[in-house]
């Protein structure tokens, strides 16, 4: 992910949900081993690299996203017959985070305002069928 400079405050929300669903694969492509495999099997390299396709996040976003990698293990799940499910964050662990708990209480309910957005998109990925 790459910092891009501040936009309007119409689609904010919409910006961090698409961190998310980009975070969780969703609309980025997997990654291309192909010439480290060329290379383990001692056969020429592929002439076409992908390369990863970059997705720009506000500065004003930042710290959010910051914080949101730092759960990136944090997650509940749900495991059943028909599979497992991501249902969330486990939110013991954001309050508990030190970015989150350094914060004063305003910064703290904007921050979990913004988490929540990345959250719902990565939600959207990772439980996409």
Do not use: C
């Amino acid at each position: 992910m790459v910092r891009g400079s501040a936009g309007s405050r119409q689609g904010r929300r919409k910006k961090l949900s698409d961190a998310g669903r980009w975070w969780a694969g969703a609309g980025r492509q997997v990654e291309d081993a192909r010439a480290e495999d060329a290379k383990a099997l001692g056969i020429a390299p592929p002439e076409d690299p992908q390369e990863p396709e970059p997705f720009a996040v506000w500065s004003e976003h930042w710290p959010a996203l910051e914080l949101f990698l730092g759960l990136r293990t944090q997650w509940r799940i749900v495991a059943g017959m028909a599979g497992a499910r991501y249902q969330g964050l486990d939110y013991s662990a954001v309050y508990g985070h030190p970015r989150y708990a350094r914060l004063e209480p305003g910064e703290q309910a904007e921050r979990l305002e913004q988490l929540q957005q990345i959250e719902i998109g990565a939600l959207e990925g990772l439980n996409a069928e």
